[in-house]
């Protein structure tokens, strides 16, 4: 495969289209939201080729959508003061990007980690570890392939979004984008209700080794006949009588999970965790 190379082409701050009430403007972190690290829940996005949509058109549409999207989750165009977001409209950053002639489909044959990693926006700002912690709270980075395909890489800072809140926020810009706004209802950023609020005074020691311990990634690819198979085990007549791919191998990953929890009988090293984030 050859050499992936990623050109930022522009970068631009996408604000609210509509203002953010007063009585919205502060947003309390609950104790878990503050004494997260700093870091980002990244998700990717991989489009093929569409001979009737233009780059240019794609990123327009995606700003505009993205923009109205925003109305409703108003804290990611917000900024971290200290144990509180200041929901001021202060946006998002989104960037656009080009790819050499490696095509997509390259890419997604045999992802290479560090080369997937230049599909983020974080390549935009100095210090990612530091800007987690302060803003922004949201980036977005839409590379377009010579080939006609797209990527979409986007941040979300982890002390107001895990991963089913990404998804929430990823399928209502999807609505956006496809002109069903009316079918988006906002969410809740609630945590500060289950959880004690943030306290300042109260912190972690910060583990200096924290970036610098191995990981192994490891990537599984279920084919067309094996999804199909795994979703009429995955039917039920009382619950989903038909469900999706994604739908099908979530639950398997999750029946997984929750049996690896089950025979762990020291729970403080079970391998997944909930918090409350964006309902």
Same mark, same amino acid.
């Given at each position: 495969?050859?050499?992936?190379?990623?050109?930022?082409?522009?970068?631009?701050?996408?604000?609210?289209?509509?203002? $953010?009430?007063?009585?919205?403007? $502060?947003?309390?972190?609950?104790?878990?939201?503050?004494?997260?690290?700093?870091?980002?829940?990244?998700?990717?996005?991989?489009?093929?080729?569409?001979?009737?949509?233009?780059?240019?058109?794609? &990123?327009?549409?995606?700003?505009?959508?993205?923009?109205?999207?925003? $109305?409703?989750?108003?804290?990611?165009?917000?900024?971290?003061?200290?144990?509180?977001?200041?929901?001021?409209?202060?946006?998002?950053?989104?960037?656009?990007?080009?790819?050499?002639?490696?095509?997509?489909?390259?890419?997604?044959?045999?992802?290479?980690?560090?080369?997937?990693?230049?599909?983020?926006?974080?390549?935009?700002?100095?210090?990612?570890?530091?800007?987690?912690?302060?803003?922004?709270?949201?980036?977005?980075?839409? $590379?377009?392939?010579?080939?006609?395909?797209?990527?979409?890489?986007?941040?979300?800072?982890?002390?107001?979004?895990?991963?089913?809140?990404?998804?929430?926020?990823?399928?209502?810009?999807?609505?956006?984008?496809?002109?069903?706004?009316?079918?988006?209802?906002?969410?809740?950023?609630?945590?500060?209700?289950?959880?004690?609020?943030?306290?300042?005074?109260?912190?972690?020691?910060?583990?200096?080794?924290?970036?610098?311990?191995?990981?192994?990634?490891?990537?599984?690819?279920?084919?067309?006949?094996?999804?199909?198979?795994?979703?009429?085990?995955?039917? &039920?007549?009382?619950v989903v009588a038909r469900p999706t791919r994604v739908e099908s191998v979530t639950a398997?990953?999750?029946?997984?999970?929750?049996?690896?929890?089950?025979?762990?009988?020291?729970?403080?090293?079970?391998?997944?965790?909930?918090?409350?984030?964006?309902?």
């Amino acid at each position: 495969m050859e050499m992936m190379k990623v050109e930022t082409i522009s970068k631009e701050i996408i604000k609210p289209s509509s203002t $953010t009430p007063n009585d919205l403007r $502060t947003l309390q972190l609950s104790i878990y939201d503050h004494i997260l690290p700093p870091v980002y829940t990244a998700a990717f996005l991989f489009y093929t080729k569409d001979e009737l949509i233009s780059p240019e058109h794609s &990123s327009n549409k995606l700003k505009t959508s993205l923009s109205e999207t925003l $109305t409703k989750f108003y804290p990611l165009a917000g900024r971290i003061n200290g144990v509180t977001i200041d929901c001021n409209d202060e946006g998002a950053i989104f960037v656009d990007a080009r790819v050499n002639s490696c095509p997509l489909s390259d890419v997604l044959r045999c992802p290479d980690f560090k080369a997937i990693q230049q599909l983020l926006p974080v390549d935009v700002i100095d210090n990612p570890y530091e800007a987690a912690s302060t803003w922004p709270l949201l980036l977005v980075k839409a $590379t377009y392939f010579s080939c006609g395909g797209m990527a979409i890489g986007i941040c979300i800072s982890h002390k107001i979004a895990d991963a089913a809140s990404i998804s929430t926020f990823i399928r209502s810009w999807a609505a956006m984008a496809r002109g069903e706004g009316e079918s988006v209802a906002g969410p809740e950023f609630a945590a500060a209700n289950f959880y004690p609020p943030a306290n300042p005074f109260f912190k972690l020691p910060v583990d200096e080794h924290a970036n610098k311990i191995s990981r192994i990634t490891k990537r599984f690819v279920f084919g067309a006949s094996k999804l199909e198979e795994l979703r009429t085990k995955a039917a &039920s007549a009382d619950v989903v009588a038909r469900p999706t791919r994604v739908e099908s191998v979530t639950a398997l990953l999750w029946k997984a999970f929750v049996a690896a929890a089950s025979s762990n009988t020291n729970t403080s090293q079970r391998p997944f965790s909930s918090t409350p984030k964006m309902n």
